[in-house]
């Protein structure tokens, strides 16, 4: 088994070394379970007379292994860091053992030189995550055909070439969109399958050299969570590799450095992310804006801004990334990105009716937002400043319990889907106040959703926020609050 193909359900028995001198080797089980993540179980005989366990035993009665340690398994080196007690089970007596299990933060399928106790640290972190290869339409893999004079393909060359898409720099880190590529081939009874992958993978370093996998981390969920608010849906992180120079590949008498190759990692931060389904090609047909919009400037651009905006950011990004939220929850987080986000965007010009004398309302904030777009609205919306009101009145009411009942359901979700807009539009003008991008949110299969919405309920807001029905239009039964419908994922 090569280990990239290691995942949930598998399980590889080995020799764990904790690193002490003259320590014995116990025998261990390495596994990847769902939802627990990488679990080290150690069988082992506890108030025995056996010495090659009293080591093992101490680690569980006082809940605290050695930091990092080694597995040697017949598929290679595993090195495990950050290794946590995870549990025990005691057998007092009898044939049975006793067994313990272990929970490391991060491991890497390769044996690391040097000392085992040093934290793990990479020069790289290359990472695939959702989308990134449909977004940037970047590929590694081009094609030639050869043809007869009558025009059939006679042969094909396939030439496989990744490199750098794009990069750009994020405060001391260095990023890069990099296409890459791997084949497969296997052979069967009646033909030899190979199969070609092209990816685009995101890789970060630092101009300070190696760093641990957290300040890498940190980095590269930036570049993630603009792709929540590009396709308005969740975004996972699948797969990492590392490169340091403390993984080399040796060779020859003289143990000679051949190759830094790239060592698959598993992090306990993002493995329940792996386990997520996996989304369909077709669910990324329709980003906000396209990759080109954006490029290298307008991902520095967002880097720089992210801080500053993490109170917009947080709320609105942790709702798009969870799949089958609840209405109501769509509009209260969005609504508080909203209100952050016009708070940061500071006064705009009409704003003043919004206001209640001097003091700024919700609805000011909001107001703040549909300035910042400055998009031209579907007819059955009368006013940018109806339309804030309206938003503001339904967060409130769902907010404030002394309000009453919950707002209409249909309602609520007009509302929670013009704000998931809005609050993306927000996200990605970040990047770029560039015509271009405007025009990409103008001409939008999102807020073609909102007229269609509109359209389809016999509805409209007025000036003041509120919402009327078509005379033809029964006004629609309330739903019970709680409830998810439509094209969200």
């Known amino acids: 088994m090569e280990w990239s193909e290691f995942e949930f359900g598998d399980s590889i028995a080995g020799l764990l070394i904790d690193g002490v001198d003259d320590m014995p080797y116990v025998g261990a089980t390495f596994r990847i379970i769902d939802p627990q993540g990488v679990v080290v179980e150690i069988p082992y005989l506890a108030h025995h007379d056996a010495d090659q366990f009293a080591h093992v035993a101490k680690w569980f009665s006082q809940q605290s292994p050695p930091k990092n340690m080694l597995m040697r398994t017949p598929e290679g080196t595993i090195s495990m860091f950050d290794v946590a007690w995870s549990g025990h089970s005691e057998t007092w007596g009898g044939d049975k053992s006793s067994l313990g299990k272990l929970r ?126 590009v396709f308005g849906r969740p975004i996972s992180f699948r797969r990492h590799q590392m490169r340091d120079d403390r993984f080399p590949t040796r060779g020859g008498r003289e143990g000679t450095v051949m190759d830094l190759p790239l060592r698959e990692l598993i992090s306990r931060r993002t493995l329940g992310e792996r386990s997520r389904q996996l989304p369909l ?25 992210y801080d500053k905006w993490s109170r917009f950011i947080v709320p609105s990004a942790a709702i798009l990334n969870r799949s089958g939220a609840f209405i109501e929850d769509v509009v209260l987080s969005t609504s508080m990105s909203l209100e952050a986000a016009g708070a940061l965007l500071g006064k705009r010009d009409g704003e003043e009716v919004t206001r209640r004398g001097r003091a700024k309302t919700t609805a000011t904030y909001v107001y703040r937002c549909l300035a910042e777009l400055s998009l031209t609205w579907p007819g059955r919306i009368q006013t940018v400043v109806g339309l804030a009101r309206a938003i503001a009145d339904n967060y409130n009411d769902l907010k404030h319990a002394d309000r009453g009942e919950f707002p209409d359901q249909v309602i609520s979700y007009v509302i929670s889907q013009t704000n998931r807009f809005v609050v993306r539009a927000i996200a990605l003008s970040r990047t770029s106040s560039s015509d271009s991008l405007r025009e990409s949110f103008q001409q939008s299969t999102e807020l073609n959703g909102i007229a269609e919405l509109l359209h389809l309920n016999g509805l409209s807001i007025d000036d003041d926020g509120h919402w009327t029905h078509d005379p033809e239009n029964e006004e629609p039964a309330t739903l019970p609050p709680g409830i998810q419908f439509g094209p969200n994922p």
């Open 281 to 305: 090609g077709k669910d990324f047909d329709r980003p906000l804006v396209p990759f080109a919009a954006v490029g290298s400037e307008g991902l520095e651009a967002w880097s720089d801004a």
């Open 104 to 229: 490391p933060n991060e491991v890497v399928f390769a044996n690391r030189e040097g000392p085992l106790a040093d934290a793990l640290e990479m020069a790289e972190l290359h990472s695939y995550v959702d989308a990134a290869t449909l977004w940037s339409r970047a590929t590694a893999v081009t094609t030639d055909r050869e043809t007869d004079e009558d025009g059939k393909v006679q042969g094909v060359t396939i030439h496989l070439a990744g490199g750098p898409v794009v990069s750009w720099n994020q405060g001391e880190a260095t990023m890069e969109l990099r296409s890459s590529w791997s084949h497969h081939p296997v052979r069967g009874p009646l033909a030899t399958v190979t199969t070609l992958n092209d990816s685009v993978t995101l890789v970060s370093k630092f101009e300070a050299g190696s760093r641990e996998f957290w300040d890498h981390f940190v980095e590269q969920r930036k570049f993630a969570t603009l792709l929540v608010f």
